[in-house]
């Protein structure tokens, strides 16, 4: 590298947005991961002693991913290699693979390749990764923000340990702003910026552990109104010009949308409108599709509320013919209408249980014959075979007859039993009262 290309590099490192000057340049200056690269841990150890492992980083953006990686390549003797998912493919893998090998055959040095955004790699990337992880031919750090349970290959996972960071706190925030404010060199500690400690406190509950976005706000405020001569004073009205409504951590196809779906679900059947609701608009803020949320409160209503309260379900069902007939913004409301109504109905799984029940009889069943009385008789010839012999119509004893209706080898199998809540109790009390009806006559 000569003089130029350093002046290029020095120029690029003034003129980069704040978020990336103000970037890590040691493992102590990563704030809220301590459990990961704190004193004594198990990363940290093998950082220190320069005896990597692969491994992932999961966890939400603006969380020190990146800066954890650029580290491990600034302290590490091993020859460092970035790929970005987005753009590299199969080729450049193999290219990065077949140098590795060479470099460790002749010069005993290991190469680690760092792939930002490693879910984005699909099943033929990954699988073109396995090998040279397996054989050692190459260290691994992935990075992502969606969960690689989900989104990596189980026999790749399986060869790599998982790190999950957290989201930033609140204090781990602030002493992110309050570097980057008092930092001459790579902050804005040349300039003469205050801010209040309400706006600090704004800035991180808008951006919800994100660092990269606290910083990305607080440079916006100074671009926008900062002068070199008056400087600036930061609060919350100059900060509410600059953000406008606050930002949602909300991916439709991501980690964070199925965690959603599930409180959402979960705080229904646990009875909690409030819960309930509070989910329901983190998913409408953040972009969800209404007809998800529509189809996922029909499957509720049959799966948890079910018999309880048979209306839920025509509910459910009108509420996505609503939602799909009128849209957002005003479908917000007949979706907050059933999910109050759910979450406020008596609630049974019966019927869900009863139907894995009978699935599971229809499994194990060695021969599943259809009794001859219930058979179908509408053939003319059908008598012959037996079908529909000695059925006897419901209809003609008063609207109930006992007769065989499973088969042979599952007689007396029950696989629906009722429930103590709602509507349940009713049928409890049918079912029981013809049980202990007098057996009608033969006729």
Do not use: C
């Not at 406190?201 to 440079?219: P, S």
């Not at 609503?322 to 019966?350: D, M, Q």
């Not at 009385?373 to 008598?383: E, G, L, Q, R, Y």
Request: a neutral charge.
């Amino acid at each position: 590298m000569d003089l130029f290309d350093l002046q290029v590099n020095k120029m690029k490192r003034k003129n980069a947005p704040l978020a990336y000057r103000m970037r890590p340049r040691s493992l102590n200056d990563i704030q809220g991961q301590g459990h990961i690269v704190g004193q004594g841990s198990i990363l940290r150890n093998a950082i220190e002693k320069d005896e990597l492992h692969s491994f992932v980083l999961f966890g939400p953006p603006g969380t020190g991913k990146t800066s954890i990686a650029r580290i491990i390549a600034e302290m590490t003797n091993s020859h460092f290699e970035i790929l970005q998912a987005v753009t590299g493919g199969v080729g450049d893998i193999k290219k990065i693979a077949a140098d590795a090998g060479d470099r460790l055959k002749f010069y005993q040095q290991q190469t680690i390749i760092f792939v930002d955004e490693i879910h984005r790699f699909n099943k033929s990337q990954q699988d073109v990764l396995l090998p040279f992880v397996e054989n050692g031919t190459f260290l691994l750090i992935g990075a992502t923000t969606e969960n690689p349970l989900y989104e990596l290959n189980n026999a790749l996972l399986s060869r790599l340990r998982l790190y999950i960071l957290e989201a930033l706190d609140e204090k781990a925030l602030s002493q992110i702003i309050n570097e980057a404010l008092h930092d001459k060199q790579r902050g804005l500690g040349s300039l003469s910026i205050t801010i209040d400690q309400d706006a600090i406190q704004f800035i991180t509950k808008l951006v919800k552990g994100d660092a990269r976005m606290a910083l990305n706000i607080l440079e916006a405020a100074v671009n926008s109104y900062a002068s070199q001569e008056q400087g600036l004073h930061i609060d919350v009205s100059l900060l509410t010009k600059i953000s406008g409504r606050p930002l949602l951590r909300y991916d439709k196809t991501g980690d964070y949308h199925y965690d959603t779906i599930s409180a959402f679900i979960k705080s229904i059947r646990g009875s909690d409108p409030d819960a309930a609701l509070f989910w329901l608009a983190v998913m409408i803020e953040g972009g969800e599709d209404p007809k998800f949320i529509a189809r996922r409160l029909i499957v509720h209503a049959a799966e948890d509320i079910g018999l309880a309260e048979p209306y839920a379900l025509t509910l459910a069902t009108a509420t996505a013919r609503a939602v799909e007939f009128v849209g957002l913004p005003e479908a917000r409301i007949p979706l907050a209408e059933a999910t109050i109504y759910l979450a406020t109905a008596p609630k049974s799984n019966s019927s869900k249980v009863a139907i894995d029940n009978a699935i599971a009889a229809v499994r194990k069943s060695q021969k599943i014959m259809v009794p001859p009385p219930i058979a179908d008789n509408s053939h003319s010839k059908a008598k012959l075979l037996g079908k529909g012999k000695d059925y006897k119509y419901p209809h003609n004893y008063g609207g109930f007859v006992e007769q065989q209706y499973l088969p042979d080898e599952l007689q007396g199998s029950r696989f629906y039993h009722t429930g103590d809540n709602g509507y349940e109790k009713k049928i409890r009390d049918f079912m029981t009262s013809l049980k202990q009806r007098n057996k009608p006559s033969q006729s």
